[in-house]
């Protein structure tokens, strides 16, 4: 199975940007879908964006569209999601997954995929 290492996050104004990574090792990078979930204090874990096998099928909780963009290197095992004007609201642990049975990246940001690496903390001050 493939390993997830995510970072990234850090602390930062409303309004700023910050660009978390997923690093993968093990397994075959380009056959899994990978997402990016996060979790706040006091609520559920939520999909936030996720990737396909290609580019082409990307999945955006709608908070998020127009200021997130998920992208995937596939030359380096990694994927990216780069978080442009964040929100207070977006201030949470978040986490990258893996799929390799997954190939929607849609269903991937609404299931609970079965590789997950370790929680970066993305804080956004007002």
């Known amino acids: 199975d493939v390993q997830l290492q995510a970072s990234g996050g850090g602390l930062v104004q409303e309004g700023g940007s910050l660009r978390l990574s997923c690093a993968a090792s093990?397994?075959?990078?380009?056959?899994?879908?990978i997402g990016w979930f996060r979790q706040a204090p006091g609520k559920e874990r939520e999909g936030v964006s996720c990737?396909?096998?290609?580019?082409?099928?990307?999945q955006y909780v709608d908070s998020v569209k127009g200021r997130f963009t998920i992208s995937r290197d596939n030359a380096k095992n990694t994927v990216y999601l780069q978080m442009n004007n964040l929100r207070p609201e977006d201030t949470a642990v978040y986490y990258c997954?893996?799929?390799?049975?997954?190939?929607?990246?849609?269903?991937?940001?609404?299931?609970?995929?079965?590789?997950w690496g370790q929680g970066t903390q993305v804080t956004v001050s007002s």
């Open positions: 997954a893996a799929d390799l049975g997954q190939s929607s990246s849609y269903a991937l940001c609404h299931s609970s995929p079965p590789n």
């Open positions: 093990g397994g075959t990078f380009e056959e899994y879908s």
């Open positions: 990737i396909g096998v290609t580019e082409g099928g990307s």
